[in-house]
């Protein structure tokens, strides 16, 4: 055997070990606002979308929803305490149009009024939400929002993951190329199945599927636009962008709830507000404190001799693949292993000729944060070529 025939097999071996040494895992990450510095509070401490980019912010429209603020209480390096209500928050409803009338000047097909050409946002405990019908306190998560140059392409029987268990599948394209069938599903359940023209009118290539939502008919949950379909021998295609898409579990916000510390005190359709009524909130030093939902304040770790009160709010996100991990197989008929073959270069070459990989996921579908490999995987490189390197020896 030839050394570049050696070097091949060692190519592929390493090839073949790489996969097992990398990991896939979530990653939480923090997003702070503006750092608050000072001996004694200049006044009240008001956090906006401008100087906390944890809260909403539609950055085209200029617009943002939320306000955290800490009302004048004499903070200070010694006094470190906001006392019950001096802490407040307040968001309300902003109308927003879709990207698909923004730049095409098409409607998603709606009964109700207004939605056709747009929505209400809201920023809630810093997250995005849609208000049912502009109701401040009728929210549902936003989910999915396409602009203007995102696009997806979609092979027929392909079912694409949208997120929250929703599922979209472009299922047939007739013989003339001028209709498509879509599937709407979520947790496996068929929620709508329709036939979209891909010809003729712009509006005609809108798909949209529409339900009733906290007593109010004909809410548009999803929508898309059908820019492209191809027919071939043995692949069918369709593109689609401004997918728009929200889930169709409502959050319903009620006076007195509490979230975290904060207690709601005005839940109303134009607007929420919530104070930590029955609660205060020590800014000891080198802690988190929480807040409501995933905002929290951070303290600085300060020496006896610095009287500077020093923080910032934040908001955790999670990012990356958060998925369960998948339970073990069953063991049936358990019988012992026959002894392992020795790893001999014609042995690695008759393991590769019949290996056979599926690419189960697109990355498209499902974004992951990767970890390189870790020490244990560089080693179990190493060793295999090491392995590999005395086989050569040994036949030539």
Not at 187 to 202: H, N
Not at 313 to 342: F, K, L, Q, R, Y
Request: net charge negative; hydrophobic share 35%.
């Amino acid at each position: 055997m030839n050394y570049i025939n050696k070097l091949v097999i060692l190519m592929i071996t390493l090839m073949l070990c790489i996969p097992f040494a990398l990991g896939v895992q979530a990653n939480t990450v923090e997003i702070r606002g503006e750092i608050q510095n000072f001996t004694t509070q200049p006044g009240d401490i008001v956090f906006t979308p401008y100087n906390f980019p944890g809260f909403f912010y539609d950055v085209d429209d200029d617009i943002g929803t939320e306000t955290l603020t800490i009302l004048n209480c004499s903070l200070s390096g010694t006094q470190r305490t906001i006392p019950e209500e001096a802490l407040v928050y307040s968001t309300s409803p902003v109308y927003i149009d879709y990207e698909l009338y923004t730049d095409m000047g098409l409607t998603v097909e709606s009964d109700n009024p207004g939605g056709d050409t747009g929505y209400y946002m809201e920023g809630w405990l810093a997250e995005d939400y849609v208000c049912i019908d502009g109701n401040a306190d009728e929210l549902v998560k936003l989910l999915v929002e396409f602009e203007d140059d995102d696009k997806k392409t979609l092979r027929m029987g392909e079912g694409w993951n949208l997120g929250a268990g929703f599922v979209l599948t472009a299922q047939q394209i007739d013989l003339e190329g001028d209709k498509v069938i879509f599937l709407l599903t979520k947790d496996g359940k068929e929620l709508d199945l329709e036939v979209v023209s891909t010809g003729g009118r712009a509006q005609d290539r809108v798909y949209t599927y529409t339900t009733d939502l906290a007593n109010e008919e004909d809410i548009p949950v999803f929508s898309c636009y059908v820019d492209a379909v191809f027919r071939g021998t043995d692949t069918n295609i369709v593109q689609v962008e401004y997918v728009f898409l929200m889930d169709n579990e409502v959050v319903e916000i009620d006076s007195s709830d509490t979230y975290g510390e904060m207690e709601v005190r005005t839940a109303s359709k134009s607007g929420i507000v919530m104070t930590n009524e029955d609660n205060t909130i020590d800014l000891d030093t080198d802690s988190k404190e929480h807040i409501m939902g995933n905002m929290y304040f951070v303290i600085a770790d300060n020496d006896d001799e610095d009287t500077v009160l020093r923080f910032y709010p934040m908001v955790e996100v999670t990012t990356g693949c958060d998925c369960p991990a998948p339970e073990p197989c069953p063991v049936v008929n358990v019988t012992p292993c026959e002894p392992c073959p020795t790893m001999t270069p014609e042995v690695v070459m008759e393991y590769v000729n019949v290996t056979e990989y599926v690419n189960v996921t697109s990355p498209q579908d499902v974004e992951t944060t990767k970890t390189l490999p870790g020490f244990e995987g560089f080693m179990a490189m190493f060793g295999v070529m090491g392995v590999m390197w005395l086989i050569m020896r040994q036949k030539e």
